[in-house]
């Protein structure tokens, strides 16, 4: 049985769906705080510092695998640092300690590009470099990482992970991201055919198609565990672009679509981060070879979203 924490969120939503096409309705258990708008299979409602709960669920499904999904991003995470901490940090030991303790298979940890920081080297950043997050969500990410490879090193835990880009999605919305504009401007671009962005026209930041991100997730976690030799977290990359050039590419299709601009604190966080992430040790070892770029994912959110909204 496969047990996903963060079930409801942006990335859980379509993570879950795509665990259960490949192995099966019945061997992926859902949790989350919050419940899903359309329940689809096994779901149990789950506050992720609730170790208790967490462990009788592992023990009632015979969990073997955990994606950990469950965590509070950069923007919404700078409300309440403490808490922030709390939750990124004591969820992911606890998933860390169960997966020791209970003898688990594999553990999924998303990691992100908010790990980097104001000294990181901004374009094409390497794998290995210096990281200063400014965000708690990058600092809880960051430490998260190595928490990773030292359950790795010292109990041999099959525990693996990714640096997600910004991720855009049609199926689900972000929650709480600095780069959930990317999803915002197309659902306001078919809505009212204009958009008010939170950063500035020129911010470069590293972003992905969910497809992408979801096969990502799916090839590292079937690759044979002597490929995995990054046991911190992998780079991974698709497509860097600005609100300018995202812009440009929705008007392609929508000529009479604007946006205008009115940053807010989320651009401190998005100058933090670097612009394009270096991601050849993924390709290398297992095989990572991104599908989408800007072009291509704006056609497919504009046609997915327009049959959401009934616009064909
Ligand atoms: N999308 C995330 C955020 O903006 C980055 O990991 O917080």
């Known amino acids: 049985m496969i047990l996903v924490t963060g079930a409801t969120g942006q990335i859980g939503t379509v993570l879950t769906e795509a665990l259960r096409a490949e192995y099966g309705q019945d061997n992926v258990l859902a949790t989350d705080i919050r419940k899903p708008e359309h329940p689809a299979g096994l779901f149990e409602t789950l506050d992720i510092l609730n170790t208790q709960l967490l462990k009788e669920l592992v023990e009632k499904y015979k969990v073997t695998t955990i994606y950990h999904l469950a965590a509070i991003l950069s923007a919404s ?19 860390l300690e169960l997966a020791r303790e209970s003898g688990l298979q594999k553990v999924f940890y998303p990691s992100t590009i908010a790990v980097f ?5 901004r374009i094409n950043t390497p794998q290995h470099t210096v990281m200063t997050p400014s965000t708690v969500y990058g600092i809880s990410k960051a430490a998260g990482e190595l928490w990773c490879e030292y359950y790795h090193n010292r109990f041999g835990l099959d525990v693996r992970s990714v640096r997600y880009p910004g991720i855009i999605s049609y199926q689900s919305m972000p929650g709480g991201g600095t780069t959930d504009y990317a999803v915002d401007i197309f659902h306001q671009a078919i809505l009212h055919g204009k958009y008010t962005c939170f950063l500035e026209a020129d911010t470069r930041l590293p972003m992905m198609y969910m497809d992408d991100s979801i096969r990502a997730t799916l090839e590292l976690m079937r690759a044979p565990s002597e490929e995995i030799k990054i046991r911190t977290s992998y780079n991974l990359a698709a497509m860097s672009f600005t609100p300018a050039e995202l812009a440009a590419s929705i008007k ?34 297992w095989g990572w070879k991104h599908e989408y770029d800007l072009d291509a994912m704006t056609l497919e959110m504009l046609t997915q979203l327009k049959k959401k909204y009934n616009h064909v």
């Not at 995470?77 to 998933?95: D, F, H, V, Y």
């Open 117 to 121: 920081g104001k000294t990181t080297p």
């Open 252 to 285: 392609k299709h929508m000529p009479d679509f604007t946006i205008d601009y009115a940053p807010d604190h989320r651009q401190a966080i998005a100058a933090s981060w670097t612009e394009s992430i270096d991601d050849q040790d993924a390709r290398n070892d």
């Open 77 to 95: 995470g700078e409300a309440n640092p403490q808490r922030t901490w709390n939750i990124n940090m004591n969820g992911l030991l606890s998933i």
